[in-house]
RNA sequence: UGGCUCAUGGUGUAACUGGCAACACGUCUGGUUUUGGUCCAGAAGAGUCUAGGUUCGAUCCCUAGUGAGCCAACCA
């Protein structure tokens, strides 16, 4: 038995109504389904989760997934998005079956409206905006009619013909089905199928004057393309009275009507999940871009040096259901270092460095030492490091006096310096300000790592890395916070989301060195600077910048 | 003056559809370890929102209440 595919032990409820419908004569071939996003943004780790959800559907039922567009909108959306949206896809490794587009369904989405409009089923109203909403009322108490709402059939098709070829302006009149004014759902209540809209859409240029709303048009692409199970989130659980209305009204005898069921959008802690939020964030220049390390952008999470497969085992362990939830970043951070430990490459890198000098060490000698590219892992060998009298150690590994609870270097106590001796802390010099500017130790020649020497199997209190002083490279590395101090910043009604933003989600050390072999390192690889965390190069163009992806686990007590 | 949905340890999901609540993350102990990583062993933590009801038996079914979310864009 494969381990990869007995994960999922428990079935979420949506896959027992899609058993159940199986059970209940569908057959198996009849099955398929759609990821639909709108190609007004980026991709974040909450679309994630629906892509794998459907994308996962389609592995264990041998279905079809489409990815379809939902460009109904031409006033935000654009090619930019489309293209990110099927990289990010891609990247995550899941393929499609057909590249679909609503907009490849307007002409017969327009024959469907005139049909209805034939069987007295939509109007044009003339009214405004404001007028329309002011009629619909509010959910408590029942809604007026329209004053348009009885027009006879031929002005309808004239109007709407007109609508079409451009005779009125935005605002001017809308197509609306007649349903029910004084329904509890508001959604029922004479919605608008069409609108005016002037704006060269970036598929259709300028064919179309008039474009479907979400409603009109969403539920019929899943049928037209015959899907089976059409999942989407909580808020749309009251669209789907109306999304069953319009399929009643079209449907063919003999065809498959898709079914719409609703689960919980995923949210995680100290992030916002919200599309109009984040593209708020990149276009205020609050954040680098989409794929700013910071960003909960699949784009973002790449960047920062997240695998996809992290990702998917993430979506996997959070599971499905309809409850409100905010998910622990806690849990994505453990799925990210149970994959990077395994695959990343160790160096030694020291992001704060300061000087260390083994007064016992020959002056211009220089050894090399030999140090594994992955405990986790023999295949990936081993790798050579230069060792002298000088080097750097991070600031943050020394202390004049120490609480024993600190296993690092202090005055007088060993400790091992990784891959090479074990030293002791003999004094230190301080500049003007009274900081350390050096450190003077004392080594043991007979404790080289792995020369299986009494003296190298001492027991000591800690191991720290370090870098030659006389052969290392610079580089600058990001290290990264959480964007917001608010666990859940969507939540806060009262203050802009923007007020919680963490100013310190960003620090950058532009004199972190690094021992030589950080020449090598590749664009598409993982790697471990140990102690400090899982590292990714920050973009094919320079080899200098690396962000920090995660730390390791930290169990540190003092 | 409404409709729909949801309610299980700190977090997220389970519970063979009625048989005294399981898994993962997190937390805490201890062991191993040349990364305070990994790995190994173990612990604490909910009696399932409340009140009734049905039943031999309820997390599960029913009723009421409470709390939360969604719905009044020509957004999706």
């Known amino acids: 038995?494969?381990?990869?595919?007995?994960?999922?032990?428990?079935?979420?409820?949506?896959?027992?109504?899609?058993?159940?419908?199986?059970?209940?004569?569908?057959?198996?071939?009849?099955?398929?389904?759609?990821?639909?996003?709108?190609?007004?943004?980026?991709?974040?780790?909450?679309?994630?989760?629906?892509?794998?959800?459907?994308?996962?559907?389609?592995?264990?039922?041998?279905?079809?997934?489409?990815?379809?567009?939902?460009?109904?909108?031409?006033?935000?959306?654009?090619?930019?998005?489309?293209?990110?949206?099927?990289?990010?896809?891609?990247?995550?490794?899941?393929?499609?079956?057909?590249?679909?587009?609503?907009?490849?369904?307007?002409?017969?989405?327009?024959?469907?409206?005139?049909?209805?409009?034939?069987?007295?089923?939509?109007?044009?109203?003339?009214?405004?905006?404001?007028?329309?909403?002011?009629?619909?009322?509010?959910?408590?108490?029942?809604?007026?009619?329209?004053?348009?709402?009885?027009?006879?059939?031929?002005e309808n098709l004239d109007l709407f013909e007109k609508m079409k070829k451009g005779h009125f302006k935005p605002g001017d009149c809308v197509l609306r089905a007649k349903i029910d004014m004084s329904s509890p759902?508001?959604?029922?209540?004479?919605?608008?199928?069409?609108?005016?809209?002037?704006?060269?859409?970036?598929?259709?240029?300028?064919?179309?004057?008039?474009?479907?709303?979400?409603?009109?048009?969403?539920?019929?692409?899943?049928?037209?393309?015959?899907?089976?199970?059409?999942?989407?989130?909580?808020?749309?659980?009251?669209?789907?009275?109306?999304?069953?209305?319009?399929?009643?009204?079209?449907?063919?005898?003999?065809?498959?009507?898709?079914?719409?069921?609703?689960?919980?959008?995923?949210?995680?802690?100290?992030?916002?999940?919200?599309?109009?939020?984040?593209?708020?964030?990149?276009?205020?220049?609050?954040?680098?871009?989409?794929?700013?390390?910071?960003?909960?952008?699949?784009?973002?999470?790449?960047?920062?040096?997240?695998?996809?497969?992290?990702?998917?085992?993430?979506?996997?362990k959070v599971g499905v259901s309809k409850r409100e939830n905010i998910i622990d970043f806690a849990l994505l951070d453990f799925c990210t270092r149970e994959i990077l430990n395994k695959i990343s490459y160790r160096l030694m890198v020291v992001l704060d460095p300061v000087e260390l000098i083994i007064e016992n060490y020959e002056n211009d000698k220089s050894e090399n030492l030999v140090a594994e590219n992955n405990p986790e892992d023999e295949s990936y060998g081993n790798r050579e490091i230069t060792f002298s009298k000088k080097l750097f150690i991070e600031r943050e590994d020394f202390k004049e006096e120490a609480n024993r609870k600190f296993f690092r270097l202090t005055l007088g106590k060993e400790v091992r310096l990784k891959n090479a001796y074990i030293i002791k802390g003999e004094r230190v010099e301080k500049d003007a300000e009274g900081n350390i500017s050096k450190i003077y130790c004392s080594y043991d020649p007979k404790s080289k790592s792995g020369s299986g020497s009494p003296e190298s199997l001492r027991k000591v209190k800690g191991t720290i890395h370090w870098v030659d002083k006389n052969n290392y490279e610079n580089i600058s590395v990001n290290i990264y916070d959480k964007l917001f101090n608010s666990e859940s910043p969507d939540d806060d009604k009262e203050n802009d989301f923007k007020d919680s933003l963490n100013e310190n989600s960003l620090k950058t050390f532009n004199n972190a060195c690094a021992e030589k072999n950080i020449n090598n390192v590749e664009f598409d690889k993982y790697y471990q600077f140990q102690r400090k965390g899982y590292f990714k190069l920050d973009s094919k163009k320079s080899d200098k910048i690396f962000n920090r992806t995660v730390t390791l686990r930290d169990n540190k007590k003092f």
């Open 185 to 316: 759902n508001m959604h029922m209540r004479d919605p608008v199928l069409y609108r005016i809209i002037n704006t060269s859409h970036h598929r259709t240029n300028d064919k179309w004057k008039i474009y479907p709303t979400y409603d009109w048009a969403h539920g019929q692409s899943d049928y037209i393309e015959q899907i089976s199970h059409s999942f989407c989130t909580l808020e749309f659980e009251v669209h789907r009275e109306l999304y069953d209305w319009f399929l009643q009204n079209i449907y063919d005898e003999g065809k498959l009507l898709p079914k719409q069921r609703e689960f919980a959008r995923l949210n995680l802690s100290y992030t916002i999940m919200s599309k109009r939020k984040l593209s708020e964030l990149v276009e205020s220049g609050l954040v680098s871009g989409w794929d700013d390390p910071r960003m909960p952008t699949i784009s973002g999470l790449r960047r920062r040096g997240v695998p996809a497969s992290a990702i998917i085992a993430f979506c996997e």
């Open 1 to 154: 038995m494969n381990n990869s595919d007995s994960i999922n032990l428990n079935e979420n409820f949506l896959e027992q109504i899609i058993k159940n419908d199986l059970s209940n004569g569908l057959d198996n071939t009849d099955l398929r389904f759609r990821f639909p996003p709108e190609p007004n943004g980026f991709l974040h780790i909450g679309h994630a989760k629906s892509i794998c959800l459907n994308f996962g559907f389609g592995k264990t039922f041998s279905a079809p997934v489409n990815l379809r567009f939902d460009d109904t909108n031409p006033e935000k959306e654009s090619t930019e998005f489309i293209d990110a949206i099927k990289k990010d896809i891609t990247w995550l490794g899941f393929q499609w079956d057909s590249e679909c587009y609503a907009s490849d369904y307007f002409d017969q989405l327009y024959d469907w409206a005139v049909m209805l409009i034939k069987k007295g089923k939509a109007y044009v109203d003339s009214q405004s905006q404001e007028e329309i909403s002011e009629q619909r009322g509010v959910p408590t108490s029942s809604g007026k009619k329209s004053p348009h709402r009885d027009r006879e059939v031929i």
